[in-house]
């Protein structure tokens, strides 16, 4: 690896302890992703394409 | 009616699953939000995975630890396990909060529980087949955990043959199977309907 990557990657992994929880950053980081991805999925609107579920137009 | 086990099923399969069921082509309104992609996502994903092993399988550690495409496969096979993880999870969060098992819908629920179990052991088991430092490292710190559960002497995880036959045959049947279940499952009974959005369907079983 080159660059920036290998900068950020080869190196042990930074632990986060609080009482008996411990947890890589990384992995921390990880579950916050998909907790803010849950959370849009729930509230963002779906954008609206054409509807097959509409009564015809009289 | 033909009392052959072929026209037996056909009847039975036709009733239970009819073609229109099978393929629809329009929703329920309430699956026009995102919660509700999750599900394909994951079978996206897996489809990936699918495809990028048997690229593995069929060139080899020779070539996907050396070379510049082997190494891209590799990389693409073990990002699309991330990938399906992560959505397979938001998948489980958005059932389980609208309680997706209402309305018959047990099997539906079940057979993605057994699903999710079964993809992590395939998980586990490729990373004791990536015949790296990883794996090796992988194998020799889980290996007192699986002796200490009594089941070392079926289950060898530093046996690089017996995990790599589990992740490439055994576990991606197991699991393939109950992808394939699942579907059906959610084809026959339906996308689950939103808690609040219409009590009387979501109770109201097969339709």
Known sequence: MTGWISEFM???ATYLKIGWLQISVSNLLVILLMLATFALAVFLPFPKGHDDTQEPRT | MSEMWTAKLRTKWQKELPIEKLLPDDQPAYVASWIYVFGVLTLSALAMIIASG???AFEGPAWYHTSDAGKFTNSM???SVQ???VFMVIHLWGKFWMAAWRGNR????????VAFISSIATAFTGYLVQTNFDSQWISFEAKDGFNSMGV???FNVTNLGQMLLLHV???PLILGVLTVVHVLMVRKRGVVPPIDAEPALSNRGPQ
């Open chain 2, 106 to 113: 047990f099997r539906t629920w079940a057979t993605g529980a």
């Open chain 1, 10 to 12: 080869n190196h042990p």
């Open chain 2, 169 to 171: 045959a055994f576990l």
């Open chain 2, 77 to 79: 096979h073990f990002w």
């Open chain 2, 152 to 154: 070392g002497a079926f």
């Open chain 2, 54 to 56: 048997i690229v593995l």
């Open chain 2, 83 to 85: 990938l399906f993880f």
